[in-house]
């Protein structure tokens, strides 16, 4: 299940621990924001979208949030928020939305097709 493999996942584990874990007590007293944190979990394909079905993509979101959610609320929070609108991108029937977001993202594709079989 791709839960169990996010769950184990060695390239997940290694951001955690190298850009989260140091900043955990940081983020929660001084409000700092783990940018850096999110965007490794981009260069390392945690929100890639294409050729997943909604299902997995579904599954493996959850499954980094909860790991997240282990380490720091704040920054599992923070992510679920960037997912929710990832999301709503992805699946939103306003083209212009889609249009102007999903083909400026590098490693995000819009699922709209394959949900609503749009063309």
Known sequence: MIS??????DTLEAIIQEYLKPYVRKIDSEAYYAKKYLLELGKAGFYHSEQLSI??????EIAVVEKT???CMTTAF???CQLASMTYLRYSIILILRKKFCQSWRKVSCLAEQAYQIQ
């Not at 169990?4 to 996942?9: A, L, V």
């Open 4 to 9: 169990e493999e996010i769950m184990k996942n």
């Open 55 to 60: 299902n997995e993509v579904l599954l493996r």
């Open 78 to 80: 923070n992510l679920w």
């Open 69 to 71: 959610a282990k380490y």
